[in-house]
């Protein structure tokens, strides 16, 4: 590519400047003779632009981070507490040493929230439920929408609309009718090595979990997420010779991780935090989940201490469950709201 100078009539003024083309392309250029470009405005714009972006950037840094030292006020507080005796903890209230392990640092309130309560048997039954109740919920919740999402049917959309609605009636309303239902319902006994049948599903492990498997925003949400999967990769798989289940299988549920992920923590919180419900249904010890054991230290002394020991424990296994899955709880969410 050539670089012709034309001439120019003011050739002789230095502040004049020299114009350039670029032979081949038609465009035309300046250049200062002063060894300057025009360029420059443009160059100071753009670095203001990005300075400014930066200084955002950094402003929306500072603001999550204070946030997020906001709501942890709470959790340090509650962790911190755990380690102190009684009269530290309200001994510190008045001061910022109410969020600081200094002091009279032990772990006694730990050694005696296990023989205050059957802590460990708690700690158990709320594992197994909850982790029951989230592998049978992801499997049926998600064939529920695949089936509203997917395949054709009729009435699709008033189904799905039906369930939706659903999640304005509270729990509460629904409960005394529940506990009717499930006593009149069959149950599997095992006396010694013959299986048999007796009536009502009261203080079992399965009325903590089968009444809560199916839930409505699981399906919804669930739905949302398969809608935005392309149904080209149903048409082509069918063509290969694979069934709804085989497509649901390895086609569908390998592409919704992110609903998988946010599904089994919304799933998980309730079955976990779940308090009024086995306080109605459960009344062997045995059986009783981590939030019905907290009203056992409020019963005769009561021990702050040890109340916020036991609330750390109880409360450990959430936020590792979100932290390992927090992205993909983010995700879906976006998602499912730019869809909706």
Known sequence: MALTQLPDAAASSPEQPAV??????????????????????????????????????????????????????????????????????????????????????????YAAVFDRVPAARFLVNSIGISAITVLLGILVNSLAAFALSRMNMRGKSIILTLIIATLIVPFETLALPLVWWVNQLPSLTLDGFSLGFSKGWIDTYQVQIIPFIANAFSIYLFHQYFESIPKELDEAARMDGAGWFRIYRQVVMPLSGPAVATVAILTFLPAWNSYLWPLMVVQTEELRPVMVGVQYFFQLNVSWGEVMAYASLITLPVVALFIAFQRSFVNSIASSGVKG
């Open 20 to 109: 350039v083309t670029v032979a081949g392309s038609g465009r035309r250029g300046t250049r200062s003779r002063r060894g300057g470009t025009t360029g420059g405005g443009r160059a100071d714009g753009l670095s203001s632009r990005w300075s400014g972006r930066r200084r955002a950037g950094l402003g929306g840094w500072l603001l999550r981070l204070a946030l997020a030292v906001v709501f942890a006020f709470p959790l340090l507080f509650m962790f911190v507490s755990s380690l102190k005796p009684d009269q530290q903890i309200f001994g510190d209230l008045s001061s910022v040493a109410a969020f600081l392990p200094i002091g009279n640092i032990s772990f006694d309130n």
